[in-house]
C-alpha cells in the first residue's frame, strides 16, 4: 500500500499527534494541512479568518489538500476538512481515511489543556465542551462518510497508531 493515509477527526482529535507517530512506524513522510497553511502563508488559522471569513480559509484549505497528498505520506487534516464534499470524495478515492473518534468531553479536555488560539479560534462562539458537543452533532455523519476505518481515538498515541496499523492489517509497531 503507497497510497497516503488521510487522518480525519475533530479539534483534539489527535490528527497531528498521531498521524505523526504513525508516520514514524511506518517510515512515511507526514505533512499537516494546518501547519503547511501556516508555514507558507505566514498566516494562522486567526488570521486567515479575520481577512477572509472561514470561506477563505476553507477555499486555502481545499488547495492545500490537494498540493501536499502523495504516496508514502501521512497527512493530518483540519479539523473542518470534511465539510465539503469535494475533500471527502478526493481523500476517499485516492487514499485510505482514518477517522480518529473521541467523545466531545475527552476533546475538550485536551483543547483545555491546549488551547492553541492561533490555530483553533472558535467555531461557535460558546464555552468549549458545548462547542465540541455541536461540533460531533454537525459533523460525525460526515466523519464516518469520508472514513474507510473508524477507530477510537481515546487511548494513549501509540496503542491509537497500533489500532490503526490493524485497521489496515500493517505489522505492528514496537
Ligand atoms: N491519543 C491521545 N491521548 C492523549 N492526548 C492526546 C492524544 N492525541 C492528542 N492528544 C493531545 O491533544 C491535543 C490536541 O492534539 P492534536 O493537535 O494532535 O489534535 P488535532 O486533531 O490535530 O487537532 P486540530 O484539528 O486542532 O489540528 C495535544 O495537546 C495532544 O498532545
Ligand atoms: O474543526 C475545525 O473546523 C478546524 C480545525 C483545525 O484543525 C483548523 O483547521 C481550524 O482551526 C478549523
Ligand atoms: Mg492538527
Redesign the pocket.
Given at each position: 500500500m503507497t497510497q497516503p493515509i488521510f487522518m480525519v477527526g475533530?479539534?483534539g482529535a489527535g490528527k497531528t499527534t498521531v498521524g505523526s507517530a504513525l508516520a514514524k512506524a511506518l517510515g512515511y513522510k507526514f505533512v499537516d494541512?494546518?501547519l503547511y497553511l501556516l508555514r507558507t502563508s505566514g498566516l494562522s488559522?486567526a488570521d486567515i479568518v479575520d481577512r477572509e471569513g472561514w470561506a477563505g480559509?476553507r477555499r486555502r484549505?481545499t488547495e492545500t489538500l490537494k498540493a501536499i497528498s502523495s504516496p508514502l505520506t501521512v497527512v493530518a487534516t483540519?479539523?473542518?476538512v470534511v465539510l465539503s464534499a469535494e475533500n471527502r470524495d478526493f481523500m476517499r478515492q485516492t487514499g485510505t481515511v482514518i477517522y480518529l473518534r473521541s467523545p466531545a468531553s475527552t476533546l475538550a479536555n485536551r483543547l483545555e489543556d491546549a488551547p492553541m488560539e492561533d490555530?483553533?479560534?472558535t467555531?461557535t462562539g460558546k464555552p468549549i465542551t458545548e462547542e465540541m458537543m455541536q461540533?460531533l452533532n454537525e459533523r460525525e455523519a460526515l466523519y464516518q462518510q469520508a472514513a474507510h476505518h473508524v477507530v477510537d481515538g481515546t487511548q494513549d498515541p501509540t496503542q491509537v497508531v497500533n489500532a490503526i496499523m490493524e485497521a489496515l492489517a500493517l505489522p505492528m509497531a514496537r
Open positions: 475533530a479539534r494541512t494546518d488559522v480559509f484549505e483540519g479539523g473542518g490555530q483553533r479560534p467555531l461540533v
